[in-house]
């Protein structure tokens, strides 16, 4: 029998627990050098399936305007899933809006057959997520920088989710990548 599918947050952080800046920039984590792959390609090969909110995801637009354009933000050979009550006016081929619960959403998303899911952000929907109970594992990447305010890497809440250390890493450029299951 298969292993269920499992939804994953694959994330960079700054230090200080940020996904971007209060504007959604990410200038301080583009800035590093693209020599070190951190587990990228290893990590992608195992997703068919790509979920973004609807902020990631216009900021995605102003980002890559040309991509987006092209209609290639986004992997052909990957189910892309933005989360929003509205769906965008800057439609892409390659993506479906989702405006149902998470929980629906997400059961119904493991109950077909694939690989595991990539949870690429935001905060808020990382939250939704974590909230209805739908995330198996952290992998984040600490960056090692401080930007002093930003978009936290899950949008606050009163909340107590206990993680479970799969492994760490260390980098030589001091980044350090933090794998946890959450606990059921």
């Known amino acids: 029998m298969k292993a269920p599918r499992k939804i994953i947050v694959y994330i960079a952080t700054s230090a200080d627990g940020f996904i971007a800046r209060p504007d959604g920039d990410l200038d301080w984590l583009t800035r590093r050098p693209d020599t070190v792959d951190y587990g990228m390609r290893a990590f992608y090969s195992t997703v068919d399936t790509v979920l973004v909110g609807r902020k990631t995801y216009d900021w995605g637009f102003d980002y890559y305007p040309e991509k987006a354009r092209r209609g290639e933000m986004f992997d052909a050979d990957r189910a892309n899933y933005v989360f929003s009550a ?18 629906t959403f997400a059961q119904r998303l493991r109950a077909t057959p694939g690989k595991h899911i990539w949870m690429m952000g935001g905060g808020e ?36 989710v206990p993680l479970r250390l799969r492994s760490t890493r260390k980098y030589p450029d001091g980044v350090v990548r933090l794998r946890y299951d959450v606990a059921k």
């Open 86 to 103: 509205n769906p965008s006016t800057r439609e892409t081929p390659r993506v479906q809006f989702v405006s149902e619960p998470v929980k």
């Open 125 to 160: 929907l990382i939250a939704s997520f974590l909230d209805a109970g739908e995330i198996d594992e952290f992998d984040i990447h600490v960056i090692p920088l401080f930007i002093g305010e930003g978009i936290p890497l899950i949008a606050p809440r009163h909340r107590d």
